[in-house]
């Protein structure tokens, strides 16, 4: 609705300027319209004189002079009074105007009196004719200027005919009909060219005051150049203002005054010669100086008014960029301090667009060399087949995270690197937006955690085994037998407890030393891996003390007859050196769910047994009997 409602008015408005036009052209021909209907007047009644009564001729001579002296008056009340609001009046007042003359022209039709000859009728017509088509030529710009003129000089000329004898009313019909063909034909080209004229003169009007707005509002400065010798022909107020000179000042100014020195400016003409001569824009950036002395940075780009001749001209477009520069050089600088501290920090720096498509690396050389970057940029991290270690939930929460154009913290994760060793990063990221608020990606930081992850792995360990024989420690040992007695429980299998106290031990400790003690109890430990399967679980739960979990065994016997490999495993030589030392050992055995349903229950109940065979004697295995003891 309102581009249509700008289009009408646009429309409106050219109709209004060019009716203003067309009166404009009628007030132009009024003077020379007038002065042919007065002179056309007179000759046709020098003409007439013999052959009229004086004072029929004399009231029509007089009328028209009148009406002729009319456009002149017209000509010179529109010069000064003319409104665009009245254009409408002005119109009917000349079509008025136009009419009465047409009607005086057409009355002469009636004067010679009837029986005339038939010679002065013929030039009667041929009169009348020629005032017709003559007449009619200057009114073409009004349409009601000329339908009334054309209208008042037929009406009485074809009434005459219908009174004068059949020869000589066809002789007038055939004159009318010919002198309407042809003032039809010519009207119509006449028209044509004519509206077509005032079209095409106010569009170029339009478009020159366009390109005036345009010329006086940019942002840049303009100038027009004459060559050989060099001066200004035109330039806008922002060119004057760029050099600090009146803008009457630059009319005829060389432009050599505006450089530092004249050979910049003969170095700048002899560089863009070839360019602008081709038809190209030329394009250099160079500093330029203004009136008080004072210099600063400028683009500048120079076009030939005409391809291939420059002596027709050259526009020059010039654009302060001082400040431009200045902030490009900040920007260069603060790369560069941010770049050295990047290098200087341990952490990697990185970009994604935004499709989370990682595209910019930069960190410590030592850093970048250990990230397969060939596999990673152009991807997304979860496309990244080198990591590991995220299950799925966290990789759909950080998904979503991004999505949503979050910041994150501390997404960790194993990669394999582009030297085949294993690291461990943690991720850091903040959205990146542009100056419209668009998304436009990530940015952040990666730290290289392994050394931490290692450490935390070896806490850890040490937390949940025993240091001397790398075996699951007391608190490991009661973690995976509580899981083994639920899902026993839940299968409703057996589990065994072998509770172990070797025999003989503190006679080594005490002859041979604590050394060679932990030499023994690291042989039994691995002894004890030996004998049981991968999937049972061996354990010190200190001193000389043992633990073996075995999983899911058929019965109580099964327990027994593992106790027994482990007991002739034991008993077996430990070489040290030239001694070779010899212990035993004690077990107890207690079975799930008939000794107990808890690890602390089954434990006792090993216990229990153990100390009932070693109080017998010892290197012998007992399963828990209740009170009794095995």
Known sequence: MRQHAHRDKALASAVARTREDCLRQLADLAPSAGLSTIGAALLVALWLLGRTPHALL??????????????????????????????????LGYALLAGLTGLCWGLLAWLPQPGADPGAAFVVVLVLCSVLLVGSTTLVASTPALAGFSAALGLPFLARALTMETQLALFFGVG????????????????????????????????????????????????FLKPAPDYVVSCNRRFAELFGYPHAAMIGMEPWRWHPNREQWKALVKASAPTITAGRPYHQVLRLQRADGTQFWSEVTGMAVTIGELRNGTVWIVSDITEQRA????????????????????????????????????????????????????????????????????????????????????????????????????????????????????????????????????????????????????????DRLDQAIRVASRRGSRLALLLLDLDGFKQINDRHGHAAGDRVLETVAMRLRETVRDADTVARMGGDEFVVLLHEIGDIDDAARVAEKILARVCEPIGDGEV??????????????????????????????????????????????????G
């Open 58 to 91: 004399a009231a029509w001579l007089g009328t028209l002079l009148a009406l002729g002296g009319g456009r002149f008056l017209f000509a010179l009340a529109f010069r000064h009074r003319f409104r665009s609001a009245q254009a409408r009046c002005w119109e």
């Open 327 to 478: 902030a490009e050089a900040a920007l260069r600088v603060s790369e560069a301090r941010f770049r050295d501290l990047v290098k200087l920090s341990s952490d990697l720096y990185w970009e994604q667009d935004a499709q989370f498509r990682f595209t910019h690396f930069d960190g410590p050389p030592e850093l970048l060399a250990r990230l397969p970057r060939t596999s990673i940029l152009g991807r997304t991290r979860w496309e990244v087949d080198d990591i590991s270690e995220v299950r799925g939930e966290a990789w759909q929460a950080h998904i979503a995270t991004l999505q949503r154009h979050e910041p994150f913290r501390d997404f960790c994760y194993r990669i394999q690197g582009g030297d085949g060793a294993q690291a461990w990063l943690s991720v850091s990221g903040n959205p990146r937006f542009d100056e419209t608020g668009n998304f436009i990606g990530y940015h952040g930081v990666t730290s290289d955690i392994t050394l931490r992850v290692e450490a935390e792995e070896r806490y850890r360990h040490l937390a949940y085994h025993d240091t001397l024989t790398r075996l699951p420690n007391r608190r490991l040992l009661t």
């Open 580 to 629: 070779a030392h010899t212990v035993g050992s004690s077990i107890g055995i207690s079975v799930f769910p008939e000794h107990g349903d808890t690890p602390d229950a089954l434990l006792h109940s090993a216990d229990h047994a153990m100390y009932h065979g070693k109080s017998r004697g010892g290197r012998t295995a007992r399963v828990f009997a209740g009170n009794a003891g």
């Open 176 to 223: 009318l009909l010919i002198a309407a063909g042809v003032l039809a034909s010519a009207v119509r080209s006449h028209r044509r060219t004519l509206l077509a004229a005032i079209l095409g003169r106010n569009e170029i009007d339009a478009l020159l005051q366009q390109q005036k707005v345009i010329f006086e509002s940019a942002g840049e400065g303009i100038v």
